[in-house]
C-alpha cells in the first residue's frame, strides 16, 4: 500500500500541475485509461467527452456497483470564492502551470484515489464478489458531464445497484463524513427580462425584490471569508445547529443583456429540498411581472439535488467505523447549502452516497476548503480515501450479493 499510495501522491501532483477544464480533460483521461488498463480493468475511453468507464470483475458472479471520480479543474477566474489569500499560499513544487486554471476543487484527489481503488482491488480481485464499474467523468463544474456519460447508455447496461463516490472537504484529513438523507442543493437559473430602455434602477428594485422574497423561505448568507466557510460546514456536524438548518436558500444574482439588447437580471438560487423548487419560481414569476416584466429559464428545469441514501449512508458509515475506527467518522445532518454536484445524478440510477473526505490540516494551514483561492489538501487524505473505498466496495458486493454468488 505505501508504495501505491507513494506512487498515488505523484499521479495527484502530476494532474494538479497539468489541470484541464471541463470537456478539456484529455490528458487526464489518458493517463487515467492507462493506469487502468495497465492494472487488466476492461477500459472503455470517450464516454460522453472525455469520461472513462472501467469494469473490474471480480472472482464471484455477482451484483454491479459504481464508483464514480471526477477530473475537470476550476477557471479560477470565475469559478472561485473571492475570498482574500491567507498569508500561506501553497506552492509546494507542484502549482499548476495553467494560467488561470487550477484543481481547486480537489478533482485530481478524487481521480487519483479513483485510481488508487481501481487498482487495489485489480490486484484482491479475490476479495470482490461481483463486479464494479469505476467512472471517471468529465466536465462536472458545469454539470454537464455526468449527464453526458449517463446518455450514452453504458453505465445503466451494467445494471449498478449502488454508487458512491466522494469530495474533499474542510475537515480533518483521517475523517470520513456520511450525511444519511442529506446531500447538496439543486439549482435553478432564471432570467427576468425587463421591459426595455435604461432599466438600472429597475433591475436594482428587482434584485431587492428577489432577495427579500427568498429571504421569507430561509436564505442563508452568502460566504464572505474562509471562516464563514468552516463555520457552515462545520455547522453541519453540530446536531442542534444542523437542526436549524434543514432548508437553505442560497443566491447570486447580476444584471445582465439578453441576446436582443433588452436589460435583464439573472438569478441562480441553489435550495434544499429541491421540492421548493415550483413555489420558488412562482413567487419570482410574480415579482417579474409585478416590474413589467417576464421571465426565462434559460437552462430548463432545475438541476436537481444531490440526495444521499438514509440506508446505504448510515450502513456505509457503521461499516467505515468499524474498518477505520470509529473517530475517523463524522455524522453530517444537514446539506451544504452552496455547492451543487452532478453525482446526483447517478445516485438517480443506483442509489448510494457521496462522502466528504477531509483533507484539511490545520497545523500546517491547509485549508481543504474547496473553491477557495488557496485551497491545499493533506496527501495523506489520498491512502485514507483509498483504504476505505477500496474496503466499502468489497464490502457492498458481498452485502448485496448475500449467498446468491457462485463462484468463477
Ligand atoms: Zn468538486
Not at 28 to 38: I, K, P, Y
Not at 260 to 271: E, F, N, S, T, Y
Not at 318 to 335: C, E, F, I, K
Request: hydrophobic letters at 40%; glycine letters at 10%; one cysteine or more.
Amino acid at each position: 500500500m505505501t508504495i501505491l499510495e507513494d506512487y498515488l501522491i505523484e499521479l495527484r501532483r502530476e494532474i494538479h500541475r497539468h489541470p484541464e477544464l471541463a470537456g478539456e480533460e484529455r490528458q487526464t483521461a489518458g493517463l487515467v485509461a492507462e493506469q487502468l488498463r495497465a492494472a487488466g480493468l476492461e477500459v472503455t475511453t470517450g464516454v460522453g467527452g472525455h469520461g472513462v468507464l472501467a469494469v473490474l470483475d471480480g472472482s464471484a458472479d455477482g451484483p454491479t456497483v459504481v464508483y464514480r471520480a471526477d477530473m475537470d479543474a476550476v477557471d479560477v477566474r470565475y469559478n472561485s470564492l473571492p475570498f482574500p489569500r491567507s498569508s500561506r499560499v501553497f506552492d509546494e513544487g507542484f502549482a499548476s502551470r495553467v494560467p488561470d486554471v487550477a484543481h481547486l476543487c480537489g478533482h485530481d484527489l478524487h481521480t487519483a484515489i479513483g485510481v488508487g481503488v481501481a487498482r487495489t482491488l485489480a490486484q484482491d480481485s479475490d476479495q470482490v464478489r461481483g463486479r464494479l464499474a469505476f467512472v471517471f467523468q468529465p466536465a462536472e463544474e458545469p454539470l454537464q458531464g455526468a449527464r453526458a456519460m449517463l446518455g450514452t447508455g453504458l453505465v445503466q447496461k451494467l445494471a449498478p445497484k449502488e454508487s458512491y463516490a466522494l469530495h474533499c472537504a474542510p475537515f480533518p484529513a483521517g475523517t470520513i463524513t456520511v450525511s444519511p438523507g442529506y446531500g447538496l442543493p439543486g439549482v435553478d437559473n432564471i432570467r427576468i427580462v425587463l421591459p426595455g430602455g435604461d432599466n438600472a434602477a429597475v433591475a436594482a428594485e428587482v434584485q431587492k425584490a428577489v432577495a427579500a422574497e427568498v429571504q421569507k423561505i430561509d436564505t442563508v448568507g452568502l460566504l464572505e471569508s474562509v471562516d464563514d466557510y468552516h463555520a457552515r460546514f462545520l455547522a453541519v456536524l453540530d446536531p442542534q445547529i444542523a437542526a436549524s438548518i434543514q432548508e437553505s436558500v442560497s443566491v447570486i444574482q447580476w444584471t445582465e443583456q439578453t441576446e436582443d439588447g433588452q436589460p435583464a437580471v439573472g438569478i441562480m438560487l441553489k435550495v434544499w429540498p429541491q421540492e421548493r423548487f415550483p413555489q420558488l419560481r412562482d413567487r419570482i414569476e410574480r415579482l417579474a411581472a409585478e416590474a413589467g416584466g417576464h421571465i426565462e429559464y434559460p437552462y430548463g428545469d432545475a438541476f436537481p439535488a444531490m440526495v444521499n441514501s438514509v440506508d446505504l449512508s448510515t450502513a456505509a458509515g457503521q461499516y467505515l467505523g468499524t474498518a477505520l475506527g470509529p473517530d475517523s467518522v463524522l455524522w453530517g445532518r444537514a446539506s451544504w447549502p452552496y455547492n451543487c454536484e452532478d453525482f446526483a445524478l447517478f445516485l438517480k440510477e443506483a442509489p448510494g452516497a457521496m462522502f466528504y473526505l477531509g483533507v484539511a490540516d490545520t497545523e500546517s494551514g491547509m485549508n481543504g476548503a474547496p473553491h477557495t483561492l488557496d485551497f491545499a489538501a493533506d496527501e495523506r487524505a489520498i491512502g485514507h480515501g483509498v483504504r476505505a473505498m477500496a474496503g466499502l466496495l468489497t464490502h457492498r458486493l458481498a452485502a448485496i450479493g448475500g449467498s446468491q454468488g457462485s463462484t468463477r
